[in-house]
């Protein structure tokens, strides 16, 4: 697994989100109310909607567009709605961010 | 060519036909209208709730001015018919005008009686018939303390409540022993006259009017027994007769009223004659649903459809005071041929009695209880032979069958075609139908898609038991919803323990109400944020991970993740300088798609997040700022030409409007706002669907809310006039400021006011010049920290992670 340093902790605003551009695609950086992080593909599993703009709450994002609830520890959509997002490694080390990209560039490839 | 129908009185019958007519053949009339009344159609029924001040004129008007302009009606308020001349075919007003017609539909209504007694005639004598005498009547409550209403029918009733609820000291002399003795037999009278004792309303019976005494003005009633009632007002409620002079003089065929035949016709082909004036079948009727049958059978004859017949039918009678349970329906006099089922709870105060001929109800008289109203009028009506449900018939539906029945099966085992309003004549099927094929799901949208319970309301129960019937579990006006799976707090809890506690954060507010989880949800999130920003302006820190994303980057989320931004044009108006900014910014930034809003502005969408920034200064630079055409807060102020250009304009509501959008951009609202001003009644700026609309005439401004045009269409409702464009921002900030302060997050202004009663917004708005100057004051302190253009605040740096990427990571890296 190669981690790539992406920034701080602090860049990204408590119950927010970043981006960051990939390759693959953007990839959503989730800063829960409790300091954990998770990054999935900025992608709703519904029709598209960029989950970075949405309201994140507990370990999930409710979607800007029509309001599907996502877990951002599963990538599942909860409640009555059927999907699911790729959930992308992501680790905090000295308030430094790093993303396991390469494990998915290799699947992806 | 299109025909002319003309209409003489414009009562409660051509009110309703015309509705008919317009839907059968929109265009085949042009339509002219002679009142006698100064003013357009209303709910006579309602002047007794308008009496006791339980309602306000404004709202018990059927068809306001729009209405008569929207179908192009010329209506002549004030204007009395004086004479039909047939040969002529042309009517002519008292006021000198004389207009031809090809048909003519005469609805000139009751007169009431006036006793024959010597002193009728002096000042302080009213009749009871429209808001004239209402007026009077409260203008006489103001200022004396006595008053005798003559006569204890219905209308005498009405009066004497409604004066005794305006605190005068009320007598009433009635001729006959017992009260409503028309309606009402002699223990239910006796019932009647002992509740509205009780409430301090004096009764004498078996009393007959000699004489009205006093010199320059009413001073007192003088009975044919020598006593004295003295009494600065005097209400006649004696009775009233068919208004037929006119139709007498133009040499039409009268009897008690203007004779006409099942289809309404008069002796003259193109004359009809409906409502109180008209005589049907040897009958002449005082209640409007037989007025509203023959307004439907005249407007199908009118226009050409002769099928329908009207056919007489009983009409239950109920009375409109507060309080008083009473139904009446059909004959119940004694006879050697009938029987009767009596029941009587002293305790209770609770008497029902069934008259039944050949084992059929053909009469109905309760009191105390009436809910079983509905269904004895369904038996009577459909002549259903009661023999087997004997023993239980009189204890009501719900006891048909053994076990007692909750009232809900009541209505589930009334059949389809069971009239549930009798006033128009509306049955369960049509209520169930429309329910489900209009989706509705409040009492008000029955009223307004079905007029079930519209007119006197006494059926409200039952049409909600309709509605609980065909809804289910989704019906339920009175439980207290939660306000998201956090809790079980509604948000009027939440709103009411914000303040109580002095709660001022999320957090707080999370940790004092327990909250079931970490952080809320996406849906009680913002909810909190709005009620705590607008409840500490100036000390609550705005929590922006707590709002939807297009009020965190100012600017509306488009299906593809782009953004659209609408700058405000302040109160729609525009230059070239503006214009030309737009277009600069449109090439500069390749924005797709310019498009002029509904609102009266310009939308760009297309624009990338990354690029808003740079699209604000450019804007910020020419003057713009944002129109919050995402916020739930001040949307647009749409607003007329107004006297500036238009020829019918009379005040400047282009002006008005800019000054009312500059006042009160930036504030947060529970729901967006939007407002309107149009320049004259003619309404081209669209006011009366909108949050807050002005309505400019020439005494000055008259002031709309609670109307909508999106998922629900609602008219608005009139708050009131007021003579200066200082007074009318003053109420409307008032208003929007208690909304502000009372909503739950989401409910805009029209379903707000349904829930807390027009007349509440109305009495601490406009009258309570106090309490408005308050709500005012506060608007103005929370706008302090309200009125700064997001866009400008961005544009120098605030919240700037929100237009970058974090990271862009090269395709070498991310492949390493
Ligand atoms: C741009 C515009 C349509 C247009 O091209 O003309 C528009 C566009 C949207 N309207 Fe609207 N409405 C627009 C005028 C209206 C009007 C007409 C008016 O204001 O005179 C109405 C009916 C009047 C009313 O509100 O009562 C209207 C009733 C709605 C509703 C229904 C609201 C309701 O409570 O019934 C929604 C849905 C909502 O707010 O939840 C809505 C929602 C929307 C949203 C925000 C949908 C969304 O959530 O993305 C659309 C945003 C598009 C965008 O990115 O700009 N829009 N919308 C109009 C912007 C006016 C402006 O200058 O600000
Ligand atoms: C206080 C009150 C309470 C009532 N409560 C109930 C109730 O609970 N239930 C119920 O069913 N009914 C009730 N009614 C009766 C009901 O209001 C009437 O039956 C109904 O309004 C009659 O309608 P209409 O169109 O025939 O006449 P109206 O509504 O009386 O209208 C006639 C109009 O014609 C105008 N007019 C008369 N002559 C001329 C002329 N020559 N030229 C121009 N205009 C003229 C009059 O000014 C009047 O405005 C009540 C009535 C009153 C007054
Ligand atoms: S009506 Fe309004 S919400 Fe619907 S598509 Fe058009 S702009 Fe969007
Ligand atoms: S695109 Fe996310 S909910 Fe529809």
Not at chain 1, 54 to 62: C, Q, R
Not at chain 2, 119 to 146: F, H, I, W
Not at chain 2, 154 to 160: I, N, R, V
Not at chain 2, 282 to 300: D, F, K, T, W
Request: contains cysteine; hydrophobic residues 40%.
């Amino acid at each position: 697994m190669h981690w790539t340093a992406i920034g701080t902790l602090s860049d990204i605003p408590q119950r927010g989100a970043r981006c960051i551009e990939t390759p693959e695609g953007k990839i959503a950086i989730f800063r829960t109310g409790d300091n954990r992080v998770f990054a999935i593909d900025d992608h709703c599993p519904h029709k598209g909607g960029p989950l970075s703009q949405g309201i994140v709450h507990g370990a999930s994002v409710t979607c800007p567009l029509h309001s599907w609830v996502i877990s951002l520890e599963t990538g599942k959509a909860l409640g009555a709605d059927e999907g699911c997002v790729r959930t992308i490694p992501v680790k905090v080390e000295d308030g430094k961010l790093y993303v396991a990209l390469n494990l998915n560039a290799e699947r992806a490839a | 060519m299109t025909e002319k129908l003309v209409i003489i009185g414009n009562g409660m019958a051509p009110g309703r036909m015309l509705e008919h007519l317009f839907e059968r053949a929109p265009d085949r009339y042009e339509v002219t209208i002679f009142n006698a009344e100064p003013r357009v159609n209303y709910d006579r029924i309602m002047l007794s709730p308008v009496l006791s001040g339980e309602k306000e004129y404004e709202q018990i008007i059927i068809h306001g001015d729009g209405w008569y302009i929207k179908h192009g009606i010329t209506l002549y308020k004030g204007h009395r018919i004086v004479a039909i001349d047939r040969s002529a075919k042309t009517v002519t007003s008292d006021q000198g005008v004389t207009a031809p017609y090809d048909k003519l539909v005469i609805a000139t209504g009751s007169v009431p009686f006036i006793l024959p007694v010597p002193g009728n005639n002096l000042p302080g004598v009213l009749s009871y018939r429209d808001l004239d005498d209402v007026n009077a009547m409260l203008l006489a409550a103001q200022s004396r303390a006595k008053a005798v209403v003559i006569g204890g029918g219905l209308l005498g009733l009405e009066a004497a409540a409604g004066l005794s609820a305006r605190d005068m000291d009320v007598t009433v002399v009635h001729l006959m022993p017992t009260l409503m003795e028309r309606q009402l037999d002699p223990a239910a009278g006796y019932m009647l006259q002992r509740e509205l004792e009780s409430r301090g309303i004096k009764i004498i019976t078996k009393a007959e009017t000699k004489a009205v005494l006093g010199d320059r003005r009413a001073e007192g009633v003088e009975l044919a027994d020598g006593r004295i009632i003295p009494a600065n007002l005097v209400v006649m409620a004696a009775g009233i007769r068919p208004s037929t002079g006119l139709a007498q003089d133009a040499g039409l065929a009268i009897q008690r009223g203007i004779l006409v035949d099942d289809g309404m016709h008069t002796s003259d082909p193109d004359i009809f004659a409906i409502g109180e004036c008209a005589e049907v079948g040897g009958h002449v009727y005082g209640l409007v649903a037989p007025l509203y049958e023959m307004a439907r059978i005249a407007a199908a004859h009118i226009t050409g459809d002769t099928s329908p017949r009207f056919v007489h039918n009983d009409t239950p009678t109920k009375l409109k005071v507060t309080g008083i349970d009473l139904f009446s329906l059909g004959d119940f006099a004694d006879g050697d041929d009938r029987q009767e089922i009596v029941l009587r709870d002293a305790e209770a105060g609770v008497y029902k009695r069934l008259i039944l001929k050949e084992n059929r109800i053909i009469g109905t008289v309760l009191y105390g209880e009436t809910s079983d109203g509905a269904w004895f009028n369904d038996l009577k009506k459909r002549e259903v032979d009661i023999t087997e449900m004997r023993d239980t018939l009189i204890f009501g539906q719900a006891y048909q069958g053994g076990a007692p029945l909750d009232p809900m099966a009541a209505v589930a085992a009334l059949p389809d075609d069971a009239e549930i309003c009798g006033c128009n004549g509306v049955c369960k099927g049509k209520i169930v139908d429309t329910i489900k094929a209009k989706r509705l799901s409040s009492l008000d949208d029955v009223r307004a898609h079905t007029k079930a319970s519209a007119s006197c309301g006494s059926c409200t129960g039952l049409v909600e038991q309709v509605l609980r019937l065909t809804l289910g579990d989704a019906y339920n006006p009175a439980a207290v919803q939660p306000m998201c799976g956090c809790t079980d707090l509604g948000h009027d809890e939440v709103r009411r323990l914000i303040k109580a506690k002095g709660l001022k954060t999320i957090y707080a507010v999370m940790q004092e109400l327990e909250w079931r989880t970490s952080c809320g949800c996406a849906k009680c999130r913002p909810a909190l944020n709005y009620y705590l920003v607008c409840d500490w302006p100036g000390e609550y820190a705005d929590d922006y991970q707590s709002r939807f994303i297009n009020e965190r980057v100012h600017a509306n989320i488009q299906k593809d993740g782009t953004y659209s931004v609408v700058p405000r044009m302040w109160g729609g108006v525009t230059s070239a300088t503006e214009l030309r900014a737009i277009a600069d910014v449109v090439d500069k930034f390749n924005i797709p798609t310019v498009k002029v809003t509904g609102g009266q502005r310009i939308d760009m969408l297309g624009i990338k997040k990354e690029d808003l920034p740079a699209v604000w200064a450019d804007l910020g630079r020419a003057g713009f700022v944002s129109g919050h055409a995402y916020a739930k807060g001040l949307r647009t102020v749409k607003t007329c030409v107004g006297s500036d250009w238009c020829r019918f304009g009379t005040q400047d509501s282009t002006g008005l409007g800019i000054r009312i959008e500059k006042f009160m951009w930036g504030s947060w609202t529970p729901a967006k706002v939007k407002m309107a001003v149009s320049g004259c009644p003619r309404n081209c700026a669209e006011a009366t669907c909108k949050d807050v609309g002005v309505i400019c005439v020439d005494s000055g401004f008259e002031i709309h809310f609670a109307g909508a045009a999106g998922l629900d269409i609602k008219g608005t409702e009139v708050l009131g006039l007021v003579k200066t464009e200082d007074e009318a921002l003053e109420v409307i900030v008032a208003l929007v400021q208690m909304y502000r302060e009372q909503a739950r997050y989401l409910e805009r202004i029209y379903k707000w006011a349904k829930r807390i009663g027009i007349d509440e917004v109305r009495r601490q708005t406009l009258e309570d010049a106090e309490r408005r100057i308050a709500y005012f004051g506060r608007f103005v302190h929370s706008q302090k920290f309200a009125q700064v253009d997001p866009w400008s605040e961005r544009v120098s740096g605030l919240h700037k992670h929100e237009f970058r990427p974090l990271a862009a990571v090269p395709l070498t890296q991310a492949a390493e």
